[in-house]
């Protein structure tokens, strides 16, 4: 029985393409290992064969000694079982190998997605991410399958030099030198094919990117009637694509002549020294054909260094491009001094602003400018160390960029301007971890001012939810995630413009609801609006100007005393 997903041991190699692909080899060594075997096991098989061959014309046809032709074909007809047998388990081997190492590197990939968060959108175009993850990584683990087929030619040519140097010193000499200087010659044709192959990858990762990027603006896009411009730039992309994938076959196409070629000819050769030597008497005709036999399987050898330089190559720009999405370090990570998490019930403070977040209150953040309380708040939940070094933010005594990582996930949650779904059952999209029943679902939905969502839905809570929430409005979907935030249960929860794009009375319920839902618990709470319904539901407010602390209390004492914050507040509603 096997489990997935297949284990990693330790830290991948990242230093270079080919460590990389090193390393991927030693986490499946046994598969690996078994598909070599596997293959030289095909291989030699195949290579004994014309041996026998020649041998079953010489003592049985020949000499006419039929129990010696019978015990020859017999072994003949057991070689064919096994090269059957062998063929069959090592494309199962190889395989094998070529999924575990693709899905090895989709993991890879994908745990550093999750965990870069948005250091790697900032340093990698979507597309690319994407090239990656579907083209790159299946690229990489065609290696590992052709790398059986590899050995075991390697093995059989050996094979193949022995029994020839038997019948002739003079063959198994040229036999020995000529198929690795006919690999060698086609290394000149290989090498224009690595160069287009780099560019044909770039160019696959620029019009995905392009493609990416104009499906997530579609709605823009058609809003404004700019879509025919992003077409016509994908249109450019793809053309770009398409006349370096061209090039790219070209250099395929030369490859596979050069190859056939160069097989063929050394066939020739081979052969008529075979032949000059049955003239001369020096080999019998059973050698003859053994060695014609000899003479055509040797192509395999050289057929299989070819396709394996040209796999290997693609492998090595798969390996580049997976390494360039695992470079991307986090914007957070763990401490390397961690201090515990400070008790329940601690207050927040961002030192660059001067706000301060009693715990167990419902505290709204106000601004002239949006972005500077959205600064503020977002710096309470740790997205970005280089950010915090600036201005420290406290968590009752402890510096925030030393508690572990993990309990800050836990205990403070933020909940973003720009609310995301994903596609999935709508329970899951609520409830992520499967931790709430049910009726607390719907009480969550309840208090977001959400049931009537679910009221319009045919599967209820199995809806199943398109890519990125599409099939909602934009006020939906903001409550959505607004009860998924309740949902989480976490001590501290900052929201950011929770109800930005809801109605008035809708936000009325959601203000109301709001404070009795996070107030029963003793939760902390902090929101990031002007809207006059929220800010009269909160406990405390903080004004802020020019990012700074300016005014704290009441709503109804900053609308009396702060002419500032008055304004900003008559002009939201």
């Known amino acids: 029985m096997r489990s997935y997903p297949y284990s990693l041991s330790g830290p991948p190699d990242v230093r270079s393409p080919a460590r990389y692909l090193l390393w991927i080899a030693g ?36 000499g006419a000694d039929y129990p010696a032709l019978l015990a020859w074909a017999g072994i003949l007809l057991g070689l064919m079982v096994v090269q059957a047998v062998s063929d069959t388990a090592t494309h199962r081997a ?41 083209s790159d990584a299946f690229r990489l683990g065609e290696v590992y399958e052709v790398l059986t087929r590899l050995v075991g030619a390697a093995a059989a040519w050996l094979v193949v030099t022995a029994l ?49 990027d104009t499906v997530a603006g579609l709605r823009v896009l058609r809003g404004i009637g700019g879509e025919h411009i992003f077409v016509d730039r994908y249109r450019a992309r793809s053309a770009e694509t398409r006349d370096s994938g061209i090039r790219v076959a070209h250099s395929l196409a030369d490859l596979e002549a050069s190859q056939v070629f160069v097989a063929g000819t050394f066939s020739v050769v081979f052969t008529w020294v075979g032949a000059s ?35 290997f190559i693609r492998a090595h720009v798969g390996a580049r491009k997976i390494l360039a999405v695992l470079a991307v370090d986090p914007y957070v990570a763990d401490s390397t001094t961690p201090v515990p998490a400070p008790p329940s019930g601690s207050a927040l403070v961002d030192g660059r602003s001067g706000v301060v977040v009693e ?19 977002t710096r309470l939940g740790r997205f970005e160390d280089a950010v915090l070094e600036e201005a420290t933010v406290r968590w009752g005594p402890a510096d925030l960029r030393h508690v572990p990582l993990a309990a800050v996930r836990e205990r403070i949650v933020v909940s973003e301007a720009s609310p995301q779904l994903f596609s999935g059952p709508l329970r899951r999209q609520l409830d992520p971890h499967g931790r709430h029943d049910d009726g607390t679902i719907l009480a969550a939905l309840e208090a977001a001012s959400a049931l009537d969502i679910l009221d319009g839905l045919d599967g209820g809570l199995d809806h199943a939810v398109t890519e990125r929430g599409r099939g909602f409005s934009g006020g939906q979907r903001q409550r959505l995630v607004l009860a998924r935030a309740y949902l989480t249960d976490a001590e501290n929860l900052v929201l950011v413009e929770p109800t930005s794009a809801v109605d008035a009375h809708t936000e009325q319920r959601i203000a109301s609801r709001l404070a009795a839902a996070r107030r029963r618990d003793g939760r902390t709470t902090v929101v990031v609006t002007a809207s006059p319904l929220v800010l009269r539901a909160v406990d405390r407010v903080v004004f802020l100007e020019d990012g700074r602390v300016a005014a704290q209390g009441s709503h109804q004492d900053l609308m009396t005393s702060t002419p500032a914050y008055r304004d900003v507040v008559i002009r939201s509603e």
Request: aromatic share 4%; net charge neutral.
């Open 94 to 134: 190889g395989v094998s190998s070529w999924m575990q190492a693709a899905f090895r590197s989709v993991r890879l990939v994908g745990h550093t997605i999750s965990r870069t968060g948005e250091a790697l959108p900032s340093a990698l175009s979507t597309g690319e991410v994407v090239s990656t993850a579907a």
């Open 27 to 62: 986490q499946q060594k046994a598969t690996l290992a078994a598909g070599i075997l596997l293959g030289t096991v095909w291989m030699a098989s195949q290579a004994v064969m014309p041996f026998v061959l020649g041998r079953a014309i010489d003592d049985g046809v020949i």
């Open 277 to 311: 030597l049955v003239l001369a008497g020096d080999i019998t005709p059973g050698e003859l054909v053994a060695l014609y036999g000899f003479s055509i399987f040797l192509m395999t050898p050289i057929r299989a260094a070819a396709d394996s330089v040209a796999r």
């Open 359 to 377: 715990p167990g209150l419902l505290t709204a953040v106000v601004s002239k400018d949006p972005a500077e309380a959205t600064d503020a708040v």
């Open 164 to 212: 020839i140097w038997q019948t002739s010193p003079v063959l198994g000499v040229v036999v020995l030198t000529g198929v690795p200087v006919c690999c060698g010659l086609l290394l000149f044709v290989v090498r224009p094919l690595q160069a287009r192959q780099r560019e044909q990858r770039e160019a696959s990762g620029r019009m995905t990117a392009v493609g990416a």
